[in-house]
Antibody
């Protein structure tokens, strides 16, 4: 059974850093495109980043040059390193797996982890 | 960036009645293989989103057949043939054609 479990969220001051983790089971993170999607309180979904099977990475404009997506194949875990955090980064962060045919459909989502950026 | 526009923002529905949500993209989502890279997701209250429809018209595993998707190019529709109480939540369309992937603003379906 495929499962995604995020962790690492919490309260951080503006300008600070945080690293989110997404532990996967039931499949190997290196064999699927893996994404981060966030949702600000009371708002809609916003795609954040993707890491392809070949290691290529892409980011939304609002997080480019501040966030870094990566994975550890030995731990079967996806990460999101978030630096220079701003109040507008406050959100629930979900990891989401792209389907086996890498067609841009997210067939599994984690439960999310809340990041709050505030002084 | 491909802009996704959903309507309506809110949709009060009567159980047993049909419901329809529209999604428009600023660019065609039609791939060279003939598939449209358009998904529909439902986020029930307090839950993570989950996949309902992919490639515009294919139901995901376990999705009831009262849900159907249609459309091609830039205009897409999600229809619920007979709404049930468990269908309440926010529905999102998403384009998977090009980065950055983008979602529609969401349609909140609630029971009258």
């Amino acid at each position: 059974e495929v499962q995604l479990v995020e962790s690492g969220g919490g309260l951080v001051q503006p300008g600070g850093s945080l690293r989110l983790s997404c532990a996967a089971s039931g499949f190997t993170v290196s064999t699927n495109y893996m994404n981060w999607v966030r949702q600000a309180p009371g708002k809609g979904l916003e795609w954040v980043s993707v890491i392809y099977t070949n290691g290529d990475t892409y980011y939304g404009e609002s997080v480019k040059d501040r966030f870094t997506i990566s994975r550890d194949n030995s731990k079967n875990t996806l990460y999101l390193q978030m630096n220079s955090l701003r109040a507008e980064d406050t959100a629930v962060y979900y990891c989401a797996r792209d389907s086996d045919d890498s067609s841009g459909k997210f067939d599994y989502w984690g439960q999310g982890t809340l990041v709050t950026v505030s002084s | 960036e491909i802009v996704m526009t959903q309507s309506p923002l809110s949709l009060p529905v009567t159980p047993g009645e049909p419901a329809s949500i529209s999604c428009r993209s600023s660019q065609s989502l039609l791939r060279s293989d003939g598939y449209n890279s358009l998904d529909w997701y439902l986020q029930k209250p307090g839950q993570s989103p989950h996949l309902l429809i992919y490639f515009a018209s294919n139901r995901a595993s376990g999705v009831p057949d009262r849900f159907s998707g249609s459309g091609s190019g830039t205009d897409f529709t999600l229809e619920i043939s007979r709404v049930e109480a468990e269908d309440v939540g926010v529905y999102y369309c998403m384009q998977g054609l090009q980065n950055p992937l983008t979602f529609g603003g969401g349609t909140k379906v609630e029971i009258k």
